[in-house]
């Protein structure tokens, strides 16, 4: 079946302007996740989502970062007021409830210029 | 605070050789422990799980072990084959409050020579 998919797949935006990251789950997975790779670096956590809460927003690393899931599924990342630190790869994973295995998108490569 | 470091962040072996990726954690609460690869401009492929009341798993050419006592995790790839080469992430999630998320390693880069 189809895998989790995120759009854009590269994202060219101008210091302080907005932008929004999407991620299609995989169908049937309640549990979505936003995690941040920054070049030849590990994954950060930024957010966590069981169905359409999130009880988890441990990870954002600042206000100018929030994070939506309509319908149980669709969960879209939004940046404002972008800054150059905010260049990464941002990754999206699924996972069934109640299991902890997570599947990866592709990812979203944001450069702010 | 929690960490999960990579012995080595690069690996170089012979194809048909067998490959070994060490991980070491630090919470001692961590129940579950995955591997992943990841390949250039891709996001991180599922390789193998393991839970903390297990000390071996094995898949296919891949087996991960878990040693509690050291808080120690390794990566074993057999017959390693150019296709490998990637960068390997270990990652960890503790059980208590647990909303699932992940904490993981720097990556360990596994370079196959043909």
């Known amino acids: 079946g189809a895998g989790v998919s995120q759009s854009p797949s590269n994202k060219v935006t101008e210091k302080g302007k907005d932008v929004e990251l999407r991620c299609d789950p995989i169908s049937g997975h309640t549990a979505l996740y936003w995690y941040r790779q920054s070049l030849g670096q590990g994954l950060e956590f930024l957010i966590y989502?069981?169905?359409?809460?999130?009880?988890?927003k441990s990870g954002l690393p600042s206000d100018r970062f929030s994070a939506e899931r309509t319908g149980g599924s669709v969960s879209t990342l939004t940046i404002q007021r972008t800054q150059q630190e905010d260049s990464a790869v941002y990754l999206c994973?699924?996972?069934?409830?109640?299991?902890?295995?997570?599947?990866f998108g592709p990812g979203t490569r944001l450069l702010v210029l | 605070g929690e960490s999960v470091g990579l012995h080595l962040p690069t690996l170089s072996v012979q194809e048909g050789d067998n490959s070994i990726i060490n991980c070491a954690y630090s919470n001692s609460a961590s129940d579950y422990f995955i591997w992943y690869k990841q390949e250039s401009g891709k996001g991180p492929q599922f390789i193998i799980d393991?839970?903390?009341?297990?000390d071996k798993r094995q898949g296919q050419r891949v087996t991960v072990l878990l040693n509690k006592t050291v808080k120690h995790l390794s990566l074993q790839i057999a017959a390693t084959q150019p296709g490998d080469s990637a960068v390997y992430f270990c990652a960890e999630s503790s059980g208590s409050g647990n909303t699932g998320k992940l904490i993981f390693g720097q990556g360990t880069t596994l370079q196959v020579k043909p």
């Open positions: 393991i839970r903390s009341n297990m």
């Open positions: 989502f069981q169905g359409n809460s999130a009880p988890d």
């Open positions: 994973a699924s996972g069934l409830g109640g299991q902890k295995t997570q599947y």
